[in-house]
């Protein structure tokens, strides 16, 4: 069973940064697509940053510039560096990962920003 872990939320100051990291153990399948969400209290869960096996980057308007989208093939780990945040970017990320068509995710880490 493949398995999806995150790491690297916190507490931050606007302004600051932080480094989400998402592993994924136990796949024998090669890892597609790699994305990450986050979901803020109240809200819907929102696609933040995906990267697809070839490298190619997608992002949402409101993280654009601020946040870059990595991955680790040979560690079956993507990236989430976060710069320049902001009281709005608070929630709980989660990392989703697809592997044979099956999208798997992680249980998500909590990102404060206080202003």
């Known amino acids: 069973q493949v398995q999806v872990v995150e790491s690297g939320g916190g507490l931050v100051q606007a302004g600051g940064s932080l480094r989400l990291s998402c592993a994924v153990t136990?796949?024998?399948?090669?890892?597609?697509?790699m994305d990450w969400y986050r979901q803020a209290p109240g809200e819907r869960r929102e696609f933040v940053a995906g990267?697809?096996?070839?490298?190619?980057?997608l992002y949402a308007d409101s993280v654009l510039g601020r946040f870059t989208i990595s991955r680790d093939n040979a560690r079956n780990t993507v990236y989430l560096q976060m710069n320049s945040l902001k009281p709005e970017d608070t929630g709980v990320y989660f990392c989703?990962?697809?592997?044979?068509?099956?999208?798997?995710w992680g249980r998500g880490t909590q990102v404060t920003v206080s202003s």
């Open positions: 990267v697809s096996s070839a490298g190619v980057e």
């Open positions: 989703k990962v697809q592997a044979r068509r099956t999208d798997y």
């Open positions: 136990r796949s024998d399948a090669r890892i597609d697509a």
